[in-house]
T-cell receptor
């Protein structure tokens, strides 16, 4: 079946530190991959996406590269800010015929302290 | 703002009761997906509608039902509520004119069953 595994949180970093949140997946075929972010008290916002192998998604200083050989989609940011404190979800969407729901990882809570 | 609206934002009710959650997708999107977010289960897919038709069911209880109307808004009905149904319920829309693979989430309805 399809599944997403992401690193357990919480992760606590100082401002301007480097961030990596690991995400690996299991899927048949070549899914599309996503990172969503959930700020306190809000819904999920799409942060970035990649739809094929070696694609790099990027947004707001965050990056993730679709690695087919390691079935990974790790999220990185070079210098985090307090405003990045949120829960980050890695997700995949199987690319079967027809429309399919997202499969989410359990989420990683990030706290950035000044 | 994702363009997806959900009402109400908060709902407090008692065990055994029935509630209806409403979702309006982004303009032009044909699909509505319902997800449940709870502390112990994470984000779980419940059900998917496309252009008025049910397309897929996930971990949806028999006490729960949904429909999508001709104007494409959707309602999730939860009946015989139990304490364990307390959760955040999100809808997401997709399959719009842009043809992208992402889903856009509403702000969620927080259901508390007392």
């Amino acid at each position: 079946g399809n599944s997403v595994t992401q690193m357990e949180g919480p992760v606590t970093l100082s401002e301007e530190a480097f961030l990596t949140i690991n995400c690996t997946y299991t899927a048949t075929g070549y899914p599309s991959l996503f990172w969503y972010v959930q700020y306190p008290g809000e819904g999920l916002q799409l942060l970035l996406k990649a739809t094929k192998a070696d694609d790099k998604g990027s947004n707001k200083g965050f990056e993730a590269t679709y690695r087919k050989e390691t079935t990974s989609f790790h999220l990185e940011k070079g210098s985090v800010q307090v405003s990045d404190s949120a829960v980050y979800f890695c997700a995949l969407r199987p690319r079967n015929s027809g429309n399919t729901p997202l499969v989410f990882g359990k989420g990683t809570r990030l706290s950035v302290i000044a | 703002d994702s363009g997806v609206t959900q009402t109400p934002k908060h709902l407090i009710t008692a065990t055994g009761q029935r509630v209806t959650l409403r979702c309006s997708p982004r303009s032009g999107d044909l699909s509505v997906y319902w997800y449940q977010q709870s502390l112990d289960q994470g984000l779980q897919f419940l059900i998917h509608y496309y252009n008025g038709e049910e397309r897929a069911k996930g971990n949806i209880l028999e006490r729960f039902s949904a429909q999508q109307f001709p104007d494409l808004h959707s309602e999730l009905n939860l009946s015989s509520l139990e304490l364990g149904d307390s959760a955040l319920y999100f809808c997401a829309s997709g399959e719009g004119p842009s043809g992208g693979w992402e889903q856009f989430f509403g702000p969620g309805t927080r259901l508390t069953v007392l």
